[in-house]
């Protein structure tokens, strides 16, 4: 690996980000956070020394001009959805602002050839593409960070767990439940020392149904939970209001309600498995501990 960096993050307000900002500082690096709004603060991050730039990831103009700002070689970004050219705009600025290598917040369910995911696969296309266009910028220069199901999805819920009831069309769905914060340390550590690997999956040490999940929830926060299982219509719009674009929330209740595995059946899964201890050598989080560390979103 090489020695630490200068690395600037973008996303750091985030649970990935700003987990990613905290290892790479503790690895050496010299950390600038680049964020929409520099006066919100970020609690996770305590005092370390670290300069805020301002930037947006949808306005390429301020991305060169906060990398240019910030000296740093090396940059963390996350897939955005909804830009035209699939963010190659923003990987350019980066460049001419002087980044020489990128690490990618992607999705494990980018698979295979990326070229030849079709369009109807929302969710992977959409990473995919992004990936594509970042390889366009920088070629081999770049490494794509490809989690699996966050354990903080289950925030998704926090309103019907509050009120004692949770819909879904198919409770039985089992997840990885991936810890943010593995994902944000393999992402600090491939920041500070660089990596070789073109992509990284990441996979969770747990194999739990969402059913399985809430009844965790249900005895950490002392909380009783029904659940109660809807039809797909009905799944699409509860995911809607929770904030997912109707194209993905179709995608999402699919996936879940169908005859294939999210995860469990592709060659990537057992080194997914294994990469949060090779970059962070230490032993993944599994959910109980995630939710102990953030039971107190259940209830803000």
């Known amino acids: 690996m090489a020695s630490p960096s200068n690395v600037i993050i973008f996303g750091a307000t985030g649970s990935v980000g700003s987990a990613a900002a905290l290892k790479a500082y503790q690895e050496g690096a010299k950390v600038t956070l680049a964020m929409r709004d520099t006066l919100k603060s970020i609690p996770t991050l305590g005092d370390i020394s670290a300069e805020k730039v301002q930037a947006d990831l949808t306005k390429p103009e301020t991305v060169q001009t906060a990398v240019r700002q910030s000296g740093a070689k090396t940059a963390f970004v996350y897939a955005i959805q909804g830009i035209p050219d699939d963010m190659r705009h923003t990987f350019v600025a980066l460049k001419k602002g002087g980044i020489e290598f990128v690490v990618l917040l992607s999705s494990f369910l980018v698979q295979g050839d990326r070229h030849a995911t079709p369009p109807t696969e929302i969710v992977p296309y959409v990473h ?27 925030l998704h819920f926090k309103d019907e767990i509050a009120h004692g009831e949770v819909k879904l069309p198919n409770p039985d769905a089992e997840f990885d439940w991936i810890s943010p914060k593995d994902i944000g340390q393999v992402i600090g550590m491939a920041l500070a020392h660089g990596t070789q690997e073109i992509s990284i999956p990441l996979v969770g040490p747990n194999r739990l149904s969402v059913r399985d999940t809430l009844s965790i929830i249900s005895r950490v926060l002392s909380k009783e939970i029904k659940i109660t299982v809807v039809g797909k219509k009905q799944a699409v719009e509860d995911i809607q209001q929770r904030g997912l674009p109707e194209p993905a929330a179709k995608w999402f209740v699919e996936a879940v309600t169908g005859q294939r595995s999210f995860i469990w059946d592709v060659p990537d899964f057992e080194v997914g498995v294994d990469n949060v201890r090779k970059y962070t050598h230490q032993s993944p989080e599994r959910f109980e501990q995630w939710l102990e560390e953030n039971k107190e979103k259940f209830t803000v």
């Open 128 to 154: 995919a593409k992004v990936e594509i266009a970042l390889e366009s910028v920088f070629g081999n220069r770049c490494s794509a960070v490809r989690p699996a199901y966050f354990a903080s999805n289950v």
